[in-house]
């Protein structure tokens, strides 16, 4: 692989459901310990955006979840 190509994948979570199992933790309130609005979250939770990597680990970080319970990436194929 050249150092100009570019690896595409998907990077999908595992939020929602690790939400729940933190006493039923809300986007909103998730939203305002890791600095991002609700939307961010919604969007993150639905892959249609795939956070920096900062965030991915805050976002682990007030889950109290390892990064890799999640986040995971799938290469394309």
């Given at each position: 692989?050249?150092?100009?190509?570019?690896?595409?994948?998907?990077?999908?979570?595992?939020?929602?459901?690790?939400?729940?199992?933190?006493?039923?933790?809300?986007?909103?309130?998730?939203?305002?310990?890791?600095?991002?609005?609700?939307?961010?979250?919604?969007?993150?939770?639905?892959?249609?955006?795939?956070?920096?990597?900062?965030?991915a680990f805050m976002i682990a970080h007030v889950?109290?979840e390892p990064f890799q319970d999640v986040f995971?990436?799938?290469?394309?194929?």
């Amino acid at each position: 692989m050249g150092k100009d190509a570019v690896i595409k994948g998907q990077i999908s979570n595992n939020i929602r459901k690790l939400r729940f199992a933190s006493d039923e933790m809300t986007q909103k309130e998730l939203a305002a310990k890791v600095g991002v609005s609700r939307q961010t979250i919604v969007a993150i939770e639905k892959d249609h955006y795939p956070p920096s990597l900062a965030l991915a680990f805050m976002i682990a970080h007030v889950l109290g979840e390892p990064f890799q319970d999640v986040f995971s990436y799938k290469p394309a194929d």
